[in-house]
């Protein structure tokens, strides 16, 4: 198989519009930019250091407030900044050999979105652009400021990959697809072959939450999905001290490694942060451990490096303390994180180390309820076998000389 820039990715995900401190609601019209793409700048240095080799934005186009309900697909926020500003951010990630994702809200827009406008004004051509509910526009997941667009519509799809093809042309390397379990796949078919023609390299992962991953990336045709299953089953397993919960999801996500390479996550931009869903602090080692030695392109959530806290609430504005501001550097960081920084530091440059392991098959070859011992395995000579234990005692593990202490992880053979 030939190899790929994403064979090799590891990704440091970032909300930009909280991650900059950035006004809730859009500005004004006619108001000037505020330049604070520039901000990511010094953390490209952080994320390099850490181990990461690229920068996945969250939404950064014009929208009404937290980005997921966009006005302008082809414009800059401008609580973000202007096309300049995204230049030289690619600019500045160019030279540190950085790769760029972006966050393609595709699937709904704002009630602002210049299309609805004018179907709201009665233009038949624009009303084609969504999908109604009689007179009314069928909104996402029963949010009424987010209106689905019609994927049917062939102007829709020339859209798409209009915007698409633009920032991939101003130097991004892919985007991530929001919401693609609500977008027929057969929409992806149709957008996503004259994008390949022009950036045969880019990479596009749809948002998928529940379902059969492999079926959706073959009826699709896009690279690859968000892993949520493997993502619940980590934290779970180890709060409830099950590790068979664990094995029958390594199990399901080796299968779907045959045919596609997963984006595996342990924190994102919708969910509560690593470091406060689970019970026992020490078992983000054990969970990053499981990150970093199984099949598929690894993502980690800025922040969760050092173990920020943060609970999503089902309520209005209930992400905000998942998508916190930063520091103006990673110099004003809190000290109190680097120890578990430097878990992923260590557990980031194993995975460098052996990037055959983004199609690595795994094993389970022992597992209790608080011991599992998981093997990945590549082509010949790539091997690594992963221990965990969430037991309160000490355990030696079969074919292990050395004792595991409590709550603690090791991967032999790296």
């Not at 990511?40 to 952080?46: I, K, S, T």
């Not at 990053?288 to 943060?310: I, K, N, R």
């Not at 916190?324 to 960081?333: A, G, K, W, Y």
Request: negative net charge.
């Amino acid at each position: 198989m030939q190899d790929k820039w994403i064979d090799h990715a590891i990704w440091w995900h970032a909300y930009p519009l909280g991650f900059v401190g950035a006004e809730r609601d859009a500005l004004p019209d006619g108001a000037a930019p505020v330049h604070r793409l520039a901000r990511f700048e010094p953390w490209l240095d952080h994320l390099v250091g850490l181990g990461c080799s690229g920068l996945a934005l969250g939404p950064v186009f014009a929208s009404e407030t937290h980005g997921y309900d966009t006005v302008d697909l082809l414009r800059i926020d401008p609580r973000l900044g202007d096309d300049g500003d995204f230049d030289a951010l690619v600019a500045a990630a160019r030279e540190r050999g950085v790769r760029i994702l972006l966050d393609g809200v595709f699937n709904h827009v704002g009630r602002g979105f210049e299309r609805f406008r004018a179907a709201q004004d009665g233009d038949a051509e624009a009303r084609r652009w969504f999908r109604w509910d009689g007179d009314r526009p069928a909104d996402f997941e029963g949010h009424s400021r987010l209106v689905e667009l019609n994927h049917d519509e062939p102007a829709v799809q020339r859209h798409v990959t209009e915007v698409m093809t633009h920032w991939l042309g101003r130097g991004a390397d892919g985007w991530r697809l929001d919401a693609a379990y609500r977008v027929p796949p057969s929409f992806w078919r149709a957008v996503l072959p004259p994008v390949r023609e022009r950036f045969p390299e880019a990479w596009f992962v749809g948002e998928v939450i529940h379902g059969d991953y492999p079926a959706y990336v073959a009826e699709s045709g896009l690279d690859s999905v968000t892993q949520y299953e493997l993502w619940k089953a980590v934290w779970s397993a180890l709060n409830d001290r099950n590790l068979f919960e664990l094995a029958h999801a390594l199990e399901r996500h080796s299968t779907a490694v045959e045919s596609f390479a997963p984006l595996t996550f342990l924190g994102n931009h919708d969910v509560t942060r690593l470091a406060s869903r689970l019970d026992v602090p020490e078992h983000i080692g054990l969970a990053v451990a499981v990150l970093m030695t199984v099949g598929g392109v690894p993502s980690v959530y800025a922040g969760d490096e050092q173990a920020f806290t943060g609970v999503k609430e089902d309520r209005e504005f209930g992400d905000d303390a998942v998508r916190p501001p930063f520091p103006d550097t990673p110099d004003d960081l809190a000290p109190f994180g680097a120890p578990v920084q430097e878990v992923h530091q260590r557990l980031i440059g194993l995975r460098r180390r052996h990037p055959w392991l983004v199609r690595a098959r795994t094993t389970v070859e022992h597992l209790t309820n608080t011991t599992i011992a998981f093997r990945s395995s590549g082509g010949p000579g790539e091997e690594l076998v992963t221990l965990l234990s969430v037991d309160d005692a000490p355990q030696r593990l079969p074919g292990v000389d050395e004792v595991l202490a409590p709550h603690s992880w090791r991967v032999l053979g790296a």
